[in-house]
């Protein structure tokens, strides 16, 4: 029997790919479902032709999707393996050039977010033979350079493969990391466009069935017994749950911690659903954008339990929300770079098994009941805060607050909201209503206009069974919107909500905030007088063009309306737009935190020293936390 099979390199990547999974806690899946791709000259006849080959002759299961653009098919890779927690990754295809760098904000938006996607951008000849080749670009500098080392500066892991052979070792290593839960990232392995055609006689083992076993690291003794002795000294002690407790599956385990100590439970916008929105330890978002309840806990807090959270400025906002001279954190992560932030007690493990193992080593210890009972009237308060966001009566447009008070209505615990860039992440950190712990889909780490409607893909194919709904404002969608084809194409029922406000909504507040008094954040004529874009209304229709793209639309121009148009976009079949103009200027939830956008130290503009002179008040609460 022969030991070798001669394939060309992307017929073997193909086979390899197909040929691995993932376990954790005994369950198995496939690593890489499938790959994205865009066919161009770089890869059609290399990748392309090795996926139809595949195709045709069954030799590998690796099915083929088509995407519209390239930034979103990583998109709706990277919301695939959020929703299946990191335990799956796609692959996604470009050809030479600007298809391969159009992947590049999808890559940062990974490995920003720690979600693994494997990226095969096509590379220029490896023999150089025809130099320069169309899409290349030439560097005087270096003769092996290409636009692909951009990837570099945002990939865990990068690869050029110039031979063959060198694909072993380096489709090993990207498994790797792809599979790492504290390396985790996007992935690139660039692939010559002579190098994908050319063959080679590969060893049969390369392509046996791999398991990549991720694993669960257990804390320390004397770690975890530091930890817990700082936090029964504790008068005022906070859990701050990130991502890593939805991605460990610790939602279970931190509830019945909160439920046994009393520790109130914030969470960033990667840990919300974690624990239910309405358990008596729920106090919300916590930081820039968060709750009065949370913020308010946060400004006392003695102790700061983190768990599975990268502390972003959003979260501490931007190092003022934590108030106590004397705070002290323990930080439960599986990433030591997480774990000693803010000079914390690190206890670095899963979650899953820490927050276990804190549990039983807490065992008999709760809070203060004074201390329970001042959590309850902050949650309280804060419960009166958000009906009044939801019931404002606002005129002659809603405020977008009073949408999702209504879309919050219309969907069961199941469904999935996703939500990325603009106002609404802040609206949705103080007022979504999450049960489940993948319910609130807002990637907020790079927070990147243009993802949603790809991602709504994304996370719809990773589980069919819930309803996914996007939710997108006119700026996101401007951005990016042509995956409303692959929706179609692909027969997934997604709805989209389209909150169109004719400008952008939160930086026009900010700017405003800041004495730039909304400048270029509005979508208008340029004024013949003025000669800036503060002219009349552009007659753009958004709707008209998700119609265009092979959605149902239906129109709402009231909060009534649009509870109606919601109960039939929830019973079609097919993706379907639910279209809403709102108020631009709001009002927004209050602010309880604060963010650090640096003002102009000297202007000549009144409104831009009055900001600076706030601005300069609030850097005197800001510190590092040692």
């Known amino acids: 029997m022969s030991t070798t099979v001669r394939l060309t390199t992307a017929q073997a990547l193909v086979r390899f790919l197909a040929a691995q999974y993932s376990e954790r806690d005994g369950q198995e899946q496939r690593l890489i479902p499938g790959a994205w791709g865009i066919f161009g000259h770089g890869n059609v006849a290399g990748l392309g032709q090795a996926l139809l080959q595949a195709a045709v002759t069954e030799e590998a299961d690796l099915p083929y999707l088509l995407a519209r653009n390239e930034q979103g098919m990583v998109h709706a890779a990277v919301a695939y393996a959020k929703m299946r927690d990191r335990l799956a990754a796609f692959a996604c295809s470009a050809s030479t050039g600007p298809g391969s760098t159009n992947m590049l904000t999808g890559a940062a938006l990974a490995t920003t977010n720690r979600l693994p996607v494997l990226l095969l951008p096509s590379d220029m000849f490896a023999t150089r033979v025809a130099e320069p080749v169309l899409q290349q670009l030439e560097d005087s500098r270096a003769g092996d350079t290409s636009v692909n080392d951009a990837f570099r500066a945002v990939s865990k892991y990068f690869d050029r493969i110039s031979r063959p052979e060198q694909l072993i070792p380096a489709a090993l290593a990207a498994m790797r990391v792809l599979t790492d839960p504290v390396e985790t990232g996007a992935v690139t392995l660039a692939l010559p466009q002579d190098v994908q055609a050319e063959s080679y006689d590969w060893p049969v083992e390369f392509f046996r069935r791999r398991v990549w076993h991720v694993g669960r690291p257990v804390p320390e003794e004397a770690a975890l017994a530091r930890a817990v002795a700082l936090l029964r000294s504790a008068k005022k002690p906070l859990i701050v749950a990130g991502g890593g407790v939805v991605y460990s599956g610790a939602a279970t385990q931190l509830r019945a911690l909160a439920e046994a100590t009393g520790l109130p439970v914030a969470d960033t916008h990667a840990g919300k659903g974690a624990v239910a929105w309405d358990h008596p330890c729920a106090v919300g978002g916590i930081g820039s954008t968060g709750s009065h309840a949370a913020n308010a806990l946060a400004a006392e807090a003695d102790v700061v339990l983190g768990i599975g959270t990268r502390y972003s400025d959003f979260t501490t906002g931007s190092h003022t929300v934590f108030g106590n001279p004397d705070v002290a954190f323990i930080n439960l992560n599986v990433a030591r770079l997480d774990a000693v932030k803010h000079s914390a007690e690190p206890l670095v493990a899963d979650a899953k098994l820490g927050i276990e193992a804190l549990a039983g080593a807490l065992a008999g210890w709760h809070v203060d009941e004074g201390y329970r009972r001042h959590t309850h009237q902050l949650i309280s308060h804060t419960r009166e805060i958000e009906e009044a966001c939801f019931s404002r009566g606002h005129g002659p447009l809603p405020s977008q607050t009073e949408i999702l008070g209504a879309l919050n209505d219309a969907l069961d615990d199941h469904a999935v909201v996703i939500n990325a860039a603009g106002s609404m992440p802040g609206d949705l950190q103080q007022l979504w209503r999450a049960r489940d712990p993948k319910a609130y889909h807002v990637e907020y780490a790079y927070s990147c206009m243009g993802y949603e409607v790809a991602a709504g893909v994304g996370a719809k194919m990773a589980d069919p069974s819930r309803e996914v709904v996007v939710l997108v404002g006119d700026g996101s969608y401007l951005m990016m919107a042509q995956e409303i084809v692959t929706m179609v194409s692909e027969g997934l029922k997604v709805i989209i909500v389209l909150v169109q406000n004719h400008g952008f909504a939160s930086i026009g507040a900010l700017s405003e905030s800041l004495g730039s008094q909304r400048f270029g954040t509005q979508y208008r004529f340029r004024d013949e007088e003025t000669r800036q874009l503060d ?63 640096p003002v102009s130290d000297t202007s000549a503009l009144d409104s831009t020293k009055e900001a600076y002179a706030t601005y300069a008040a609030a850097k005197q609460t800001q510190r590092h936390y040692l």
């Open 535 to 597: 002219g009349g209304v552009l007659p753009v229709d958004l709707a008209a063009n998700a119609a265009s793209l092979g959605a149902d639309v239906l129109h709402a121009t009231s909060v009534d309306e649009f509870r109606i148009a919601m109960e039939k976009a929830k019973a079609a079949d097919r993706a379907t737009v639910v279209h809403i103009e709102t108020d631009l200027y709001g009002p927004n939830p209050p602010g309880h935190g604060w963010w650090d956008v």
